[in-house]
């Protein structure tokens, strides 16, 4: 069954999304960029709320936007977010960025590669992340959030094929981009393991605050009917 991932930026928004049934609460600052890192203070000042409110909740954070080349200080900042007792560190990886999956599959923290996808998903990349056994997801997004929803930035028979490419490798396989509400019908028909949502949790933009209404809502779209066809307008 498809999980809901909803990004928040502190307390009051990660209990919110927890109490509307988040499946996974992922901690990051929307206002800092596709990734957007907290500091390592709130992350933990969050996880410790959520672990005693939460105990079962799965629960990730980002590092940031840095890129590919700045392999020493992402591992640093994985080593300081893993410490925070996160179950999974999520770090964007955006083409030509092998060297830095060789560095995180070595690292030994629970990462998950986020693949920056804007324009497609890159097939080298993505084969070169499913080397090994070293992460337990896979991840797609965006970085350019005004650019629109993934859905249609990226053809859905290649988020499909991404999808079963992961799966297959025994990973859990996740969507996130500027996913919207009226992606539901899309999302429920290419089945990621995954869907994770942030400005669709807002009123406005991806940086307001985050409503536990929209985050049922969406729980409640996402889990309606069963696999579909893709729709061909989506």
Not at 104 to 129: E, F, K, Q, R, Y
Request: charge should be neutral; include cysteine.
């Amino acid at each position: 069954m498809m999980q809901l991932l909803a990004s928040v930026r502190d307390v009051d928004e990660a209990l919110c999304a927890a109490d509307a049934g988040a499946d996974l609460v992922d901690l990051k600052d929307p206002a800092a960029g596709a990734l957007g890192a907290l500091t390592i203070e709130r992350i933990a000042q969050v996880v410790a709320v959520l672990r005693a409110r939460y105990p079962g909740l799965p629960l990730s954070a980002t590092t940031g936007d840095l890129p590919a080349s700045a392999i020493e200080e992402i591992l640093r900042r994985v080593q300081g977010v893993a410490a925070c007792d996160v179950d999974y560190v999520k770090v964007g990886v955006w083409p030509g960025g092998g060297a830095l999956l060789d560095a995180l599959a070595d690292c030994g923290a629970t990462v998950v590669p986020v693949l920056v996808a804007d324009a497609g998903i890159n097939a080298s990349l993505l084969d070169h992340a499913l080397r090994g056994r070293a992460f337990p997801a896979l991840m797609v997004d965006t970085a350019d959030k005004g650019g629109g929803s993934l859905l249609r930035r990226v053809p859905l028979p290649e988020l499909s094929g991404f999808i079963a490419a992961v799966r297959s490798s025994g990973r859990l396989a996740g969507l996130a981009g500027s996913l919207r509400m009226e992606d539901a019908p899309a999302l429920r028909a290419l089945a990621p393991d995954i869907a994770g949502f942030r400005g669709a949790l807002t009123h406005g933009e991806r940086a307001a605050a985050l409503d536990g209404r929209r985050v049922r809502e969406l729980r409640r779209r996402l889990a309606a009917g069963a696999r579909a066809p893709l729709p061909a307008a989506a």
